[in-house]
Each structure stands twice: as structure tokens, then as C-alpha cells.
């Protein structure tokens, strides 16, 4: 399975089960996001940014996350901490199927 359609599979999780409630080009940034953060394994931007699949070049990717991340409003409140909740109960879920 190649990245870009495991990230887009990704992208339908985030949208439909994690955070419906969500626009769907936010969800999709936080998607990108989340997934280049895993790839990365860091936080810097610029990095996170190259390790997203697709035609986009890092800089979009990246400014793409900054407008998204800049926006006021439901996902600095509520959808942020649903997002939390949710990634925390897979992680725990995918953890206990493993162990």
C-alpha cells in the first residue's frame, strides 16, 4: 500500500469518524498533518511538511497548516480535545490488540 492511499485513508477517518463535525478541507490539513508528524517524527514544520505524500510542494503543505492551525473557533475548543480523545482511544485500542 503506498502512502498516499494509506494517507488517504487516513484523511476519511479523520473526517467521517473522528472529527465529522469538521470542514473538510480542515479535516484534511489535520490529516496531512497528523501523518506527516508521524513520518517525520518531529515537530518542525518544514520537516512534517516534506513527508506528505502528493503534488503539493512543503511550502504549500506547510501554509496549508498554519491557516488551518490560525483559525478561531471550534477546532481550538471543542473539535481540538475530540480529536485528542478519539487519537487517545485508538492508540489505546491499537495497543491492547497488540499486547
Known amino acids: 500500500m503506498s502512502a498516499l492511499s494509506i494517507l488517504r485513508t487516513w484523511g476519511h477517518t479523520v473526517h467521517e469518524q473522528l472529527l465529522p463535525d ?3 478541507h480542515q479535516a484534511k490539513a489535520l490529516a496531512d498533518l497528523s501523518f506527516g508528524l508521524a513520518r517525520a517524527q518531529h515537530c518542525h514544520s518544514g520537516r512534517v511538511a516534506s513527508e506528505v505524500p502528493g503534488e503539493a ?6 501554509r496549508r497548516w498554519e491557516r488551518t492551525l490560525a483559525i478561531r473557533g471550534d477546532f481550538n475548543s471543542a473539535s481540538h480535545w475530540a480529536m485528542r480523545r478519539s487519537c487517545s482511544a485508538i492508540l489505546a485500542n491499537k495497543i491492547r490488540m497488540t499486547a
Open 22 to 24: 469538521l470542514h473538510g
Open 57 to 62: 510542494d512543503p511550502a504549500r503543505v506547510r
